[in-house]
């Protein structure tokens, strides 16, 4: 192999390798927020801070969100027996498009002192996006269930998002434009990150095409030079 085409070679190994990572990694921001949870609970109202984390992996079309109580909210008077106590709860989507996600998670594994914060356990679900673009999410509604009573959990500080992500829609649906959207809520996707990922990809194509047609001209001069007397 030739100089010029080693060259080559290594320049296009290089810009696909760079376009790749751009691709691989999706941008996101997330924080622990305290969530001001107001209690309705059957022995009247309760109220609780609980510092909240949500996390998101990409599976398959959607993403799977986990959501963490740092601290315990509300408590029962009476001791909660090892797998009494059900939590689920709801995070709300915003952004590209609106959505409420159901998350979930399993009974508590050990008993529950009486009158002792509850910690919940992770709770988790699956979003999967109808439009791509950015998405926050914010703790939603908690509810317990425990001993056929149900205790619901309001957020009454009206929390920031915990995440902030970009996300992909199957078959890549792209977000309305911001006069088209219900609301007006729609983010447009502009910033760095879009303009590297986009450099990126035009690079890999210019390579492409560099890389093409250095090697048509090489073959064209070896025919030439083959075919004179």
């Known amino acids: 192999m030739s100089d010029r085409k080693r060259s080559t070679a290594l320049a296009l190994a290089s810009a696909v390798a760079g376009s790749a990572v751009l691709f691989a990694a999706p941008a996101a ?18 109220s609780a801070v609980s510092p909240i984390d949500i996390k998101a992996v990409k599976e398959g079309d959607g993403y799977k969100l986990t959501m963490s109580f740092q601290k315990g909210v509300s408590s029962s008077p009476i001791e909660l027996g090892k797998g009494a106590m059900t939590p689920s709860a709801v995070i709300q989507a915003d952004g590209a498009e609106k959505a409420s996600v159901p998350v979930s998670g399993p009974p508590n594994s050990e008993a529950v002192p009486a009158n002792t914060p509850i910690k919940i356990t992770d709770l988790s679900g699956t979003y999967t996006p109808k439009q791509s673009g950015k998405v926050t999410f914010t703790a939603g509604v908690l509810t317990i269930k425990a001993m056929g009573t149900t205790t619901t959990c309001t957020p009454g500080n009206s929390p920031k998002p915990s995440l902030e992500l970009e996300v992909t829609a199957a078959g890549g649906g792209a977000a309305p434009p911001p006069g088209n ?49």
């Open 29 to 46: 921001h997330a924080d622990v927020v305290d969530v001001e949870y107001k209690c309705q609970t059957p022995i009247g109202d309760k």
């Open 181 to 229: 959207a219900a609301g007006g809520d729609t983010l447009p996707q502009t910033g760095p990150a879009d303009s590297a990922l986009a450099l990126g990809t035009l690079g890999a194509t210019v390579l492409l095409s560099g890389a093409a047609g250095t090697l048509w001209l090489t073959r064209r001069g070896r025919r030439t030079q083959q075919s004179r007397p």
